[in-house]
């Protein structure tokens, strides 16, 4: 584990967070932003000789223009804290005061850290966005173990299948007019992307943005149930 290791966080919706927990999703790919400049044909990892004070032994690079990229989900070790959509407000029962309720499949209940921290919240129950979540509240803590850049339509088949999506079933008949079954996560994923992505200027599966590809494993879950 590194020392230095920095915490980000990273937005997810309810059923992400679900199939988190749950081992079933364990790679997320975001659009890069911003894009690379027009003409990039790949994105490079580049040895930094020496690494830098804050301890980044590489940069990312839009070859050939050699433009750096920077990559805001942090690099192997980093921590990613969860931010999902949730409920929060002062609970008067409470010894600390308040609570903070997330609207996913199993609601949780965490206390907040400290008096600072009960301060943001309101007397009465508040949804709020995931981008409004404070460090304090987020329950679920993951560490990236590698970080790519590419293509939308260079995502590999195996990183398909651990964004945690239902495959795509195609039946065929092999030489020996067996029917062969195929599970293709690709197609699956593709779709999902659109459901999120497509009414983003340039973002869609069709456009083939350049995104970050991020694999990451869980080490905590905390609160009450």
């Known amino acids: 584990m590194r020392t230095d ?32 400049p027009a003409g990039t044909e790949r994105i490079a990892r580049v040895e930094l000789m020496p690494p830098r004070r804050n ?13 750096t990229m920077r990559c805001r989900y942090g690099r192997p070790g980093d921590r990613l804290y969860v931010k999902q959509e949730y409920h929060h407000g002062l ?15 199993q609601t949780t209940v965490v206390k907040p ?9 309101t007397r009465s129950w508040t949804k709020r966005s995931s981008r409004f979540m404070p ?4 329950r679920v803590l993951l560490e990236v173990v590698t ?14 299948r651990a964004e945690g999506v239902e495959p795509a079933v195609m039946i065929h008949a092999s030489q020996d007019a067996a029917a062969v079954v195929e599970h293709l996560y690709l197609p699956a994923f593709a779709i999902l992307w659109d459901s999120i992505n497509s ?5 869609s599966w069709k456009a083939n943005p350049f995104i970050w590809s991020i694999r990451y494993k869980l080490l905590e879950v905390r609160g009450q149930r």
Not at 154 to 159: A, G, K, Q, R, S
Not at 199 to 203: F, S
């Open 5 to 36: 290791a920095r915490e980000i966080g990273l937005s997810m919706t309810g059923d992400n967070v679900a199939k988190t927990i749950g081992l079933i999703k364990t790679n997320t790919c975001r659009v890069m932003a911003p894009q690379p």
């Open 55 to 67: 301890g980044d032994t590489y940069e990312w690079k839009a070859m050939p223009s050699f433009t």
């Open 91 to 105: 609970c008067p029962g409470d010894p600390d005061g308040a609570v903070a309720m997330f609207a996913d499949a």
């Open 113 to 121: 850290g400290s008096r600072e921290d009960a301060r943001e919240l």
């Open 135 to 138: 460090r304090w509240a987020s």
């Open 147 to 160: 970080i790519s850049g590419k293509r939308l339509h260079d995502v590999t088949e195996d990183e398909a």
């Open 199 to 203: 009414k983003r200027p340039g973002c």
